[in-house]
């Protein structure tokens, strides 16, 4: 079974500031990966993914992922924090094969603040 | 213009009653899901049905019945309503080539009392 733990359910920084949020997962195959976001009272929206090929992987607002095999991680980053960033972020896995079950990390919240 | 949509987005009701929330994809898509999503904001994922086919069907009390009339379309049944089913409902869908890229609906927020 494959899992993911996102590590600090709130993080806060200033504009202008780098964005970290902390995602390890668990899988006993090769895991596709994912970051969606979460505005406020809306649904999910795809932020980058991780399925094959280059590990480093660039997503939408400016936002990158780098997969870690050696570390089983998949950290979400972005150079420069701007107010509309503020959100929850998922980070979410599938196994190849069963890509239609996507297992969500419990979130971590993004606080911007001036 | 909406690529995934919910009705209600907010439904109140009281404990025993039965309803139902629809779900529509105008995206073309051959795969749709429903999430539950809890007050910690955990998402986890309930069906999944694929050319009105069921294929994922998690652990949920059978009281959760979905039903798909069509591929664009996905709607949850809820008989006998319990202060536990108090959620956010989030219906999904993926293109066929592509499961795992899953568009979000906006969700309902169902509030048992």
């Known amino acids: 079974a494959q899992s993911v733990t996102q590590l600090g359910s709130h993080v806060s920084v200033s504009e202008g500031a780098l964005v970290l949020l902390r995602c390890n997962y668990s899988?006993?195959?090769?895991?596709?990966l994912f970051w969606y976001v979460q505005y406020p009272n809306q649904g999910l929206q795809l932020l980058l993914k991780?399925?094959?090929?280059?590990?480093l992987v660039k997503g939408i607002n400016g936002f990158e992922a780098e997969f870690k095999k050696s570390e089983t991680s998949f950290h979400l980053t972005k150079p420069s924090a701007h107010m509309s960033d503020a959100a929850e972020y998922f980070c979410?896995?599938?196994?190849?094969?069963?890509?239609?079950?996507?297992?969500f990390g419990t979130g971590t919240r993004l606080q911007v603040t001036l | 213009d909406t690529a995934v949509s919910q009705t209600p987005k907010y439904l109140v009701t009281q404990m025993g009653n039965d309803k139902s929330i629809k779900c529509e994809q105008n995206?073309?898509?051959?795969?749709m899901y429903w999430y539950k999503q809890d007050s910690k904001k955990f998402l986890k994922i309930m069906f999944s049905?694929?050319?009105?086919?069921?294929?994922i069907n998690e652990t949920v009390p059978n009281r959760f019945s979905p039903k798909s009339p069509d591929k664009a379309h996905l709607n949850l049944h809820i008989n006998s309503l319990e202060l536990g089913d108090s959620a956010v409902y989030f219906c999904?869908?993926?293109?066929?080539?592509?499961?795992?890229?899953?568009?979000f609906g906006p969700g309902t927020r169902l509030t048992v009392t």
């Open positions: 999904a869908s993926s293109p066929a080539g592509s499961r795992y890229e899953q568009y």
């Open positions: 899988s006993s195959v090769p895991p596709y």
């Open positions: 991780y399925t094959t090929g280059a590990t």
């Open positions: 979410a896995v599938t196994l190849t094969g069963t890509a239609s079950k996507l297992t």
């Open positions: 995206l073309g898509h051959d795969t």
């Open positions: 049905y694929n050319n009105k086919e069921l294929i």
